[in-house]
């Protein structure tokens, strides 16, 4: 019997709080041995035919979320939950070569056993319980909000080093990468910005507070695939239940549960660009499983890159523990940890005579022509053609380092069948450092080289409660302290202009949230509330005598309020889904944007921030239909989406700004203004017409406009294309022969080119993107549990060429390796 008991986690932050966390781990420890009590599930899993199923996995989930425990079942196909609390719980099971089944929802006394069997499909489309679209758990009948689910096995059959890089399949997302594996990369949501889109990691918000925008864009390319269990995608507005940057959708990477008998997998490959990556992960479970653990390390080394000097190194792990102290009470802890190494390229520029108006049709200098650029040939000299812009030029001396240390600690108690409360931890702490030596061309440093440190630590303590109000009544709610602190030390090549930025924020958040089933659980009706105060401690800047802000009183941020409402009503008899859900969205002024300065031992300071910003403001609406039809066997979803973002801030040089009159002096820089409007539809499919093929579908619709223009006599959003597309396509040829199909495409879009004769920028118009990647697999079994599949894959199937914002990307590249399971 493999009885896997897993939970969500959270623990703590910097070397001194994991020793605190590994000795309250430790003395919990005995509380844990001498548990035996509590009720009992037992879950049989059967084939169509009634034939037990040994080896599937099932998973059990409590109705708020607290606990989560992974499960195998035995030789008789049973798998068996001891040690339980009372209440509902939401069972979801699967195995390979079947779907996995629809929810069961069992509600369970107190020290009772219950048995359930559950019936896996042939063919079908897979049902997946949702945490994310209420942070609490729901099957997927009961979800009123548009939400995509991404498992493990999809992005391993799909080959992807960067979770980001699956997303292009999930519809209303625009995933972008301004060239190879491990370079920049940023999503957007809706036809939103990138600052838009929050990103949590087993439900705890991770970002950068040093970033431009407060957000988690600087590090969504460090973030690869380690030892991650699925990743769940909110489409609408969340800022009533995960705060700040979560205007357009929410992304909640969750890692493995761990737990059950020791298992694992070790994966190797290698291919072009000359790209190395190397992953180990592995799960087990001790004192019957009254511990559970998880730990996962990845390696991506990409050697050449386009350019052959476009070298990417990333370094991550992640480890996670769970002690269940009692039936009713667990205790967990979670590390995340990256340290990864970029070099950078200039950014694309104009070139040739630029007209004074209109949109430009990008023509990219041919590759020869590049070269002779890059070896220092003025642009007046060069063979242009009918080239419009300069790609990303090589620049060997630019270089990104960044480490991210997250830490996570968690206790959750059900003192009662109907109430129960956590207490969490979160600690986040990131440091990049970019390092711009004299060589290359364009602007560089002059007799040395330059550095410019971000540094962030975020802290967060969390308190939640929920309380089932009867049978038909959900409330959850709590409070939440944070503390954020952003540091930017500079240090240019004369140590006379070396400079510092020190400030710190803290807020106090109170929420609130009730779901409502009726009608035997076809209706379902959700309100959230959410209210977040701020405080903001005195900033301290290096040299301080000449700081623009010296001397002034700031005010804090004033308070954010939002809130959130859906519903939505199942059609059983049909499989018809009606839903909508509407909300409004804020996103807090980042200390960047408020304090940002640079420092010259000539000129003095610069200011960019304003620290008198108010927040961005929006509301968002969304309708959708979900069908099932043919058995299960066809899923589509239709969604009309309409967002406005009232104010938003924006850096700004065109003239908003005017010296005379601004308090700092400014020429430019971070300002408030009006935003604008992204609506659309999203389509998207998923079947298994016969049981042997997977295939999925998407297509997005978006109009994004805003209200003043981000360049010249341009009001149409940068970087949106208007229509998206994919297409995944999996095969299986028996238990052993897979064959993936990943297909992409966009239409044309605009993005902005730096012209360095101006120090502006224009509006260019890009061909949209048209992949395509096929790979495949052989799996050998070498045991009941063990087995070596080997793979081997094609990106950029057709070599097309495509220049992402002016960037650069990978021609027809292919890679492959082998993976061990046991």
């Not at 899993?45 to 989930?61: E, F, I, K, M, W």
């Not at 890692?255 to 290698?270: A, P, V, Y």
């Not at 997005?700 to 149409?716: E, H, I, M």
């Not at 002016?806 to 390796?817: C, D, I, L, Q």
Request: hydrophobic share 35%; proline share 5%.
């Amino acid at each position: 019997m493999k009885t896997n008991q897993t939970r969500h986690s959270c623990s703590k932050n910097q070397p001194l709080s994991i020793l605190v966390l590994l000795l309250l781990l430790t003395a919990s420890a005995n509380a844990v041995f001498g548990q035996t009590s509590g009720a009992q599930i037992n879950v049989r899993v059967t084939d169509p035919l009634g034939a037990v199923l040994p080896n599937a996995n099932v998973t059990l989930y409590t109705r708020d979320n607290r606990i989560r425990i992974d499960g195998v079942t035995d030789s008789t196909g049973v798998c068996y939950f001891e040690r339980l609390g009372p209440g509902e719980y939401l069972i979801e099971a699967g195995a390979t070569d079947f779907a996995s089944a629809a929810t069961h929802v069992v509600r369970l006394e107190r020290n009772a056993n219950t048995s359930v069997s559950i019936s896996l499909p042939i063919a079908a489309v897979s049902e997946q319980v949702v945490v994310t679209a209420q942070a609490t758990a729901q099957p997927v009948d009961e979800v009123s909000k548009a939400v995509s689910i991404l498992d493990s096995r999809e992005i391993d059959e799909r080959d992807e080093t960067e979770f980001s890089q699956a997303l292009r399949s999930v519809p209303g997302l625009r995933v972008t990468q301004l060239g190879g594996p491990g370079s920049f990369t940023s999503i957007k949501t809706r036809g939103l910005r990138n600052e838009d889109t929050a990103v949590l990691i087993d439900g705890l918000r991770f970002r950068d507070a040093a970033a431009p925008q407060g957000d988690a864009s600087g590090f969504l390319e460090d973030l690869i695939v380690t030892n991650i269990s699925r990743v769940e995608v909110l489409r609408g507005s969340g800022s009533s239940l995960y705060g700040s940057n979560a205007i357009g959708g929410v992304i909640n990477l969750v890692t493995d549960e761990g737990g059950g008998s020791f298992h694992g997998n070790l994966l190797g490959e290698g291919g072009g660009l000359g790209m190395f990556r190397g992953r180990a992960k592995f799960g087990g479970g001790a004192r019957n499983n009254t511990i559970a653990y998880s730990a996962g390390f990845a390696h991506l080394n990409v050697s050449r890159g386009i350019d052959g000097q476009d070298e990417a190194r990333n370094s991550s792990g992640q480890g996670r523990i769970l002690f269940r102290l009692a039936p009713t009470a667990t205790l967990s802890g979670r590390i995340y940890a990256v340290n990864s190494r970029l070099q950078l390229n200039n950014s694309p520029q104009t070139l040739g005579p630029i007209p004074s108006t209109d949109i430009i049709n990008a023509v990219a200098l041919s590759a020869g022509e590049l070269r002779r650029f890059e070896a220092g040939v003025p642009t007046s000299l060069l063979n242009v053609g009918a080239a419009t812009f300069i790609p990303s030029a090589n620049d060997p001396d630019n270089l990104r380092k960044a480490n991210i240390f997250s830490g996570a600690l968690q206790f959750t108690h059900q003192p009662t069948e109907a109430f129960g409360y956590t207490v969490s931890y979160h600690g986040l702490a990131s440091h990049r450092r970019g390092i711009n030596g004299p060589l290359g061309v364009g602007f560089q440093p002059f007799g040395g080289s330059e550095r410019s440190d971000f540094d962030a630590l975020v802290h967060t303590l969390d308190t939640r409660f929920d309380l089932q109000a009867g049978h038909a009544n959900f409330i959850s709610g709590g409070y939440e302290f944070e503390s954020e602190n952003f540091k930017n030390p500079s240090f240019p090549v004369d140590p006379a202009g070396n400079s510092n930025v020190d400030v710190t924020q803290i807020s106090h958040t109170l929420f609130v949230q009730d779901q409502l089933r009726f009608l035997d659980d076809r209706l379902q009706i959700s309100g959230a509330f959410r209210a977040q105060f701020f405080r903001l401690q005195q900033p301290r800047f290096t040299p301080s005598a000449s700081s623009p802000y010296a001397g002034l009183t700031f005010l804090s941020p004033p308070p954010a309020y939002t809130g959130d409402g859906s519903v939505a009503y199942m059609f059983r008899t049909s499989g018809t889904k009606l839903r909508a859900h509407v909300g409004n969205g804020y996103r807090a002024p980042s200390l960047f944007e408020r304090f940002g300065a640079f420092f010259d031992s000539f000129f003095g300071y610069s200011a960019a921030g304003d620290p008198r910003l108010k927040p961005d403001r929006s509301i968002a609406f969304d309708a959708g239909v979900d069908q099932t039809l043919y058995k299960d066997r066809l899923r589509a979803s239709a969604t009309y989406f309409y967002t406005e973002l009232q104010k938003v801030i924006i850096f700004d040089f065109s003239g908003l700004i005017d010296p005379a009159t601004d308090p700092f002096g400014r020429f430019g820089g971070y300002v408030n203004t009006n935003g604008g409007i992204a609506r659309g539809l999203e389509l998207s499919l998923t079947a298994t017409p016969i049981r042997t093929l997977n295939i999925s579908a998407a297509y997005t619709y978006t109009k994004s406009l805003q209200r003043r223009p981000q360049l010249a006599g341009v009001l149409r959003s940068l970087g949106i294309p208007d229509h998206q597309f994919s297409l995944v396509a999996t095969q299986r040829f028996g238990r052993r022969i897979l064959i993936n199909l990943d297909v992409a495409a966009s239409s044309d879009y605009l993005a902005p080119i730096f012209n360095p004769n101006t120090f502006g920028s224009r509006a260019y118009r890009f061909r949209g993107l048209a992949k395509a990647d096929l790979g495949g697999s052989y799996t050998l079994p070498l045991g009941e549990s063990r087995s070596l599949r080997f793979f081997g894959y094609v990106d950029n199937l057709f070599d097309r060429e495509y220049f992402e914002s002016g960037f650069r990307t990978p021609g027809r590249t292919g890679r492959a390796g082998a993976a061990f399971s046991f």
